[in-house]
Every structure is written in structure tokens, then in C-alpha cells.
């Protein structure tokens, strides 16, 4: 069963807009750390934002904001200002703190963001 | 201060033959991290070294194993290739085991013929 799923293959934006990526995930457990990465045409994972799940306050690093519900299992995030270099695959990644899952990130499929002049 | 680096950067290999990888972590790290990334698959994890244990291991068979020196560096090894052993490999690093932060390398590119 997929634990992080990411309904969007791919989001186009304009230079300067805002676009927002979804990710749902599933567990019954109530400590875990979330995170996005971006994956642009180098390849090269870099990470991007992380949440973790006891702290209430959404992450904000820069232009990159989250939107975590707990109850709802949802963690979206916002890209605002867009600019050409965000264009990448963004990846959702789940974490639980339990010893059988304890290192292992689990991703998501990826949403495709192309952000146009 | 230097990321991860990985070599080679890519692997051409015959089925059958073996594979091996190379990860150097950033300099404190001492916990490395090796997924897989196939096309159609998605990311997957492999396995996680930490101060030279092997601490936890996805649901890979054991031709998939490694080893992390005590420089902290790490080897993955990939007996017996098959053509759907063709991926890219990505190695990544965090501080620790309390540490949950992961900062990948560029990736090895494998391609089993």
C-alpha cells in the first residue's frame, strides 16, 4: 500500500505566481518527520523543507511554506515567488520514528513543476 | 563545505556481473543511506550504515549488501545483475542516527546490458 501519495504528475507556473503541491500520507503512528525535496534535471536530490509532526507551526524556509494538517494526514507545499530555477521534480518523503522504519524516508511518486517565463 | 560525492558516475554492466559503488558522506556524518531510484518504481530505500553497523535494510534481496568504512564512507555492492538492477543509486548522509535530515550525493548511474 502506498504510505505517500502525490495526486500531481506535473504543475506548470509562471515566473513570479504561486503554485502549491499536495501530498497525502498514511500511517497510524503519531511521531514521524515529513519532508519535500526537489529533484531538478541534475539529479542531485536537495532538501527543501522538513516538518516535524509534534510541532504544530508550519516550516518556512524562504519562498518554500508548508501546510501540515495532522488530522487530515495532508502536507502541501507552497512555492511562492516562483522562479525559473524551481523548475525540478518536487518529491513528498515520509519518515516514521519506529524501529522497524526508523532511516528510511518513503517517497512519493513526484510532482513535475515547470515554472515558464 | 564539501556534499556528497558518489562514484562512479555511471556503471555499464553485464548481467550476471557484479557492481560496486561508492559513497563518501559530508565531513561529521557519520550515518550513509542508499536508495534506489528505478524508472517506474519511484525512490526506494535499501539500506541505512551507521558507525559501520547496518541499521536497518528495505526490501531488497541479499545480493544487495554494503559496508561503511571508519573513514565513514560506504560501499554498495550489487551481486548477480539483472537488467532490472538499472537504475540510478543515490547515497545520502545525515549527522546521525538521531538526526533526520538526509543530504544526497548526484547519484551513480547503473545500466546492467
Avoid at chain 1, 76 to 92: E, R, W
Avoid at chain 2, 71 to 95: F, G, I, K, Q, T
Wanted: glycine residues 6%.
Amino acid at each position: 500500500a502506498q504510505t505517500v501519495t502525490q495526486s500531481q504528475p506535473e504543475m506548470s507556473v509562471q515566473e513570479a505566481e504561486t503554485v502549491t503541491l499536495s501530498c497525502t500520507y498514511d500511517t497510524s503512528e503519531s511521531n514521524y518527520y515529513l519532508f519535500w525535496y526537489k529533484q531538478p534535471p541534475s539529479r542531485q536530490m536537495i532538501l527543501v523543507i522538513r516538518q516535524e509532526a509534534y510541532k504544530q507551526q508550519n516550516a518556512t524556509e524562504n519562498r518554500f511554506s508548508v501546510n501540515f494538517q495532522k488530522a487530515a494526514k495532508s502536507f502541501s507545499l507552497k512555492i511562492s515567488d516562483s522562479q525559473l530555477g524551481d523548475t525540478a521534480m518536487y518529491f513528498c518523503a515520509f519518515m516514521k520514528l519506529t524501529t522497524d522504519s526508523w532511516g528510511k524516508l518513503q517517497f512519493g511518486a513526484g510532482t513535475q513543476v515547470v515554472v515558464t517565463p | 563545505e564539501a556534499g556528497v560525492t558518489q562514484s562512479p558516475t555511471h556503471l555499464i554492466k553485464t548481467r550476471g556481473q557484479q557492481a560496486t559503488l561508492r559513497c563518501s558522506p559530508i565531513s561529521g556524518h557519520t550515518s550513509v543511506y542508499w536508495y534506489q531510484q528505478a524508472l517506474g518504481l519511484g525512490l526506494q530505500f535499501l539500506l541505512w550504515y551507521d558507525e559501520g553497523e547496518e541499521r536497518n535494510r528495505g526490501n531488497f534481496p541479499p545480493r544487495f549488501s554494503g559496508r561503511q568504512f571508519p573513514n565513514y564512507s560506504s560501499e554498495l555492492n550489487v551481486n548477480a545483475l539483472e537488467l532490472e538492477d538499472s537504475a540510478l543509486y543515490l547515497c545520502a548522509s545525515s549527522l546521525g542516527p538521531d538526526h533526520y535530515e538526509q543530504y544526497f550525493g548526484p547519484g551513480t548511474r547503473l545500466t546492467v546490458t
